[in-house]
């Protein structure tokens, strides 16, 4: 007779698992890692917008500002706060979100379920596991799977034959298999003799617990898996055994063996619930263990008590943390871009390429789509093959900022250069010279240098819409540029995410949409773009994918070279001297894994793009 002294959280367990619940949860690598992102992008943009308003202050007179110097400091403040927009990533924060809930749904769908969002990056890191794996990972009951008996004797040549078994639990259900074929146990003598003793030389035995409905052990773990084993080969075909006393037949067996041929059942109310089917043969097969208290405090849990799951989990992460990387390189590229286009047109004093309305529109809606499909990215074929990222590891490494400026500095050089195009060289335009574009603000009627200009050609919006529309274009290539960090476009094609290309479509239809739908080119200041201005755009844009593409060579075979199993495998049949065949020449091993298809689409139509005549193919040629 026992006295319960306590229930719930007031039993020891309970209270393990409040004190585990009550640990300040520490912040991933992650989080610390983008606070301290947003902290020197705050720095960063505050100087350059410091830099802006003072680099400027010699025009806050200029005529076009009346003479008042307050009213040119107040123009300049305004492009200031427009470079602030332009370079704060707005939708970063809910792409991250959307991202790390993909990422955990996924992970769901292979058994690993996450508790806390910002603990799947961290799977990312994993570089030791350490586990409490008897009972806690697996069902606490020992099973033999594989054994072995003599087959034959010939001489000193000894024959063993191999049989694996089914089961990891205490209940002797397990079939016996040789070469993946299920067996009878009578057919080898070996294999009976074998479970014989088994069973005879056992000090265990199994009892069957009626309340739980498992089958529980007597004695060592062990001996209970040898005499589970021999109850297996014994009763394989049948599960049970019988034996007949006069008029009685007594039958020994394993209870559903024995119920499933009962056509009349009284008693517990376990052998109702499995002729109703509440009891199902998964939930028997499980096992009842593992801790209920590591349950509830875990930030991961597994649903199948599989070991490798964490494997996959890990995989996912690292997945999971590469897309992260991916959408933040394409958001701060972008917005490097328009930090560079603001500073440019400030410092070269152009006219203002982009307004905060067109900025804001760009970062919260063009962008977004794009960025939140990059979480559906697949993971790089050699993800597992490289070694665990270190915690400490930053997350904008001095190779990958470099890439972005080198990147963001082409995208705001050519939404400037947009602009200027319509200024200086578009057939429609007024055909300016750079000394009247740069100094507009001088623009008089009086003055000698604009003989001939109308001074209302610098508020015309052709300019801004031809430098949103580059702007964009640019983006959406430069989503498909981070489909992979340094895997090529040629090897990973865009339609490797569906996703992205609908996103893509998504973002460009509503370009199109306040482009060509009144009253929004009103609201955006632009206006629609003719075909020959659109294959400019087009023209300005597509650059950005092959300056990438040499980026990520450069960093695929010199800056982050990865492993490659198929070459190290060649290299090693070299150093042992062996044969050249299979030899991965240069160019097979440039050429492998290429898709073709995306080579004969991408091929014609950038040749008949650049083949169009217009006065920016010149300038590219020249």
């Not at 509830?296 to 849990?301: N, R, S």
């Not at 040499?550 to 960093?555: D, G, N, P, S, V």
């Amino acid at each position: 007779m026992g006295v319960v002294v306590a229930t719930g959280v007031q039993t020891e367990i309970g209270k393990i698992r409040d004190e585990m619940a009550a640990t300040d949860p520490e912040r991933t690598p992650l989080q610390q890692k983008l606070d301290q992102f947003g902290e020197q992008l705050s720095k960063v943009i505050t100087l350059i917008c410091v830099a802006v308003w003072g680099i400027n202050v010699g025009h806050f007179s200029d005529p076009v500002h009346g003479g008042s110097w307050l009213r040119g400091a107040v123009y300049y403040f305004k492009i200031a706060v427009a470079l602030a927009v332009a370079a704060i990533p707005e939708g970063l924060p809910a792409v991250i979100t959307t991202c790390l809930a993909l990422g955990t749904r996924r992970m769901a769908r292979k058994n690993a379920i996450v508790r806390s969002l910002p603990s799947v990056e961290t799977l990312g890191c994993t570089s030791v596991i350490c586990s409490d794996k008897t009972g806690t990972l697996t069902t606490n009951q020992m099973s033999v799977c594989r054994m072995f008996v003599v087959d034959s004797v010939v001489g000193e040549q000894c024959a063993l034959s191999e049989f694996t078994v089914t089961g990891s639990t205490y209940a002797p259900e397990g079939e016996v298999y040789k070469d993946g074929v299920a067996v009878r146990c009578s057919q080898y003598e070996g294999l009976v003799e074998m479970a014989s003793i088994c069973a005879l030389c056992n000090d265990s035995s199994l009892d069957y617990n009626e309340a739980k409905g498992v089958y529980e052990k007597v004695g060592e773990a062990t001996e209970t898996a040898l005499c589970c084993l021999s109850m297996s080969v014994f009763c394989s075909p049948n599960k049970l055994t019988r034996s007949a006393t006069g008029a009685k037949m007594f039958v020994k067996g394993a209870p559903e063996s024995v119920l499933e041929r009962c056509r009349w059942l009284r008693g517990t109310a376990l052998s109702i619930c499995r002729r109703v089917g509440i009891i199902t043969e998964q939930e028997e097969e499980e096992g009842q263990g593992g801790p209920f208290g590591g349950g509830l405090t875990g930030q991961m849990i597994l649903a199948d008590d599989n070991f490798s799951t964490i494997v996959a989990a890990v995989e996912e992460g690292r997945a999971i943390y590469n897309n992260m990387k991916q959408f933040i390189r394409y958001l701060i590229s972008s917005n490097i871009g328009e930090v560079v286009c603001i500073f440019l047109t400030a410092a070269l004093g152009m006219p203002e390429a982009l307004i905060p309305v067109q900025l804001l529109w760009v970062n919260l809606v063009t962008d977004g789509f794009p960025a939140t499909a990059l979480g559906f990215n697949p993971p790089d074929l050699d993800i597992m093959s490289r070694p665990p990222r270190s915690p400490k590891e930053p997350l904008i490494s001095g190779w990958l900022f470099c890439r972005y400026l080198i990147i963001g500095c082409y995208v705001g050089a050519a939404t400037v250069g947009a602009a200027a195009w319509w200024f200086m060289a578009a057939h429609d335009g007024p055909k300016l010279s750079f000394y009247q574009l740069s100094h507009y603000l001088q623009c008089s009627e009086g003055h000698s240098e604009f003989a001939g200009v109308q001074c209302s050609v610098f508020e015309s919006p052709y300019p801004m819409t031809m430098a949103l529309s580059v702007l964009v274009t640019i983006e959406m290539c430069n989503a498909l540029n981070s489909l992979s960090e340094n895997q090529s476009l040629l090897k990973m094609p865009p339609w490797s995410n569906p996703w992205l290309v609908g996103a893509i479509c998504l973002s460009m239809a509503l370009h199109f949409l306040i482009l060509y739908v009144d009253p929004l080119p009103m609201i955006f200041q632009i206006r629609p773009l003719s075909w020959p201005q659109w294959v400019t755009v087009l023209k300005m844009s597509l650059p950005v994918i092959l300056m990438d593409e040499a980026l990520k060579f450069l960093a695929r075979n010199y800056i982050e070279p990865g492993y490659d199993l198929e070459l190290e495998e060649e290299r090693a049949r070299r150093r042992r001297g062996e044969g050249d065949a299979g030899l991965l020449t240069p160019v097979r091993q440039a050429l492998k894994g290429v898709s073709w298809s995306f080579v004969l689409i991408s091929a014609p139509l950038l040749v008949w793009i650049y083949s169009l005549d217009s006065d920016i193919t010149n300038i590219f040629w020249t």
